[in-house]
């Protein structure tokens, strides 16, 4: 079971725009960096956002991020229906171990 | 461009071993990064299983870490995933990724995943 929650699922319509909550504690968000992956159908996860805030090569900034205290926040604009995927933020925590995110589906309608 | 690839059984009995090499091509482990397998059961999240470096520091997740070991060779720019007394809630794609960081800053590089299932 994951220790970092968040929404089993967010929707908009095209053009629009999602935040997708992270929620943690001092053992893990709240020492430690925010990584952001976004899981299509079928595929293996991809790197969206890393040390919080910061976006890979290619990565569109459509896509943010943002930490504060204990909690992360992954938002996308400009919601298109090919960000129709899972989400999961991950990090570290004291026990020395990774973890993720329960996981939020995003759906364009 | 790193590439990762995940081989291995797809079928594994219960009470059995599951065993799994990731070769990783485009980047010498001996360079560098932690390396490292994460799971995910089907229509389920992730869970990170444990990394290595290529000295052969590890990380375990503490739920998994009484029957995980991560391996790696360096000679063949491969490591290695066994995971003792398989069960059915072992079933899951498992991905070997490359990871920036002992503290999991980010998972940049990922393999396309290998499903076992544990049955009998």
């Known amino acids: 079971q994951s220790v970092l929650t968040q929404p089993p699922s967010v929707s908009a319509a095209p053009g629009q725009k999602v935040t997708i909550s992270c929620s943690g504690s001092?053992?893990?968000?709240?020492?430690?960096?925010v990584s952001w992956y976004q899981q299509l159908p079928g595929t293996a996860p991809k790197l969206l956002i890393y040390?919080?805030?910061k976006r890979p090569s290619g990565i569109p900034d459509r896509f943010s991020g943002s930490k504060s205290g204990t909690s992360a926040t992954l938002g996308i604009t400009g919601l298109q229906t090919g960000d129709e995927a899972d989400y999961y933020c991950?990090?570290?925590?004291?026990?020395?171990?990774?973890?993720f995110g329960t996981g939020t589906k995003v759906t364009v309608v | 461009q790193v590439q990762l690839q995940e081989s291995g059984p797809g079928l594994v009995k219960p009470s059995e071993t599951l065993s799994l090499t990731c070769t990783v091509s485009?980047?010498?482990?001996?360079?560098?990064?932690?390396w490292g397998w994460i799971r995910q059961p089907p229509g389920k999240g992730l869970e990170w299983i444990g990394s290595?470096?290529?000295?052969?520091?590890?990380y375990y997740n503490p739920s998994l870490k009484s029957r995980v070991t991560i391996s790696v060779d360096t000679s063949k720019n491969q490591f290695s995933l066994m995971l003792s007394s398989v069960t059915a809630a072992d079933t899951a794609v498992y991905y070997c990724?490359?990871?920036?960081?002992?503290?999991?800053?980010?998972?940049?590089?990922w393999g396309r995943g290998a499903l076992v299932t544990v049955s009998s």
């Open positions: 290595i470096y290529h000295s052969g520091n590890t």
């Open positions: 001092s053992s893990n968000i709240g020492n430690n960096y």
């Open positions: 990724a490359r990871i920036v960081g002992a503290t999991l800053a980010r998972v940049d590089f």
């Open positions: 040390e919080n805030n």
């Open positions: 485009g980047y010498s482990i001996n360079n560098g990064y932690y």
């Open positions: 991950g990090t570290w925590d004291t026990s020395l171990s990774g973890v």
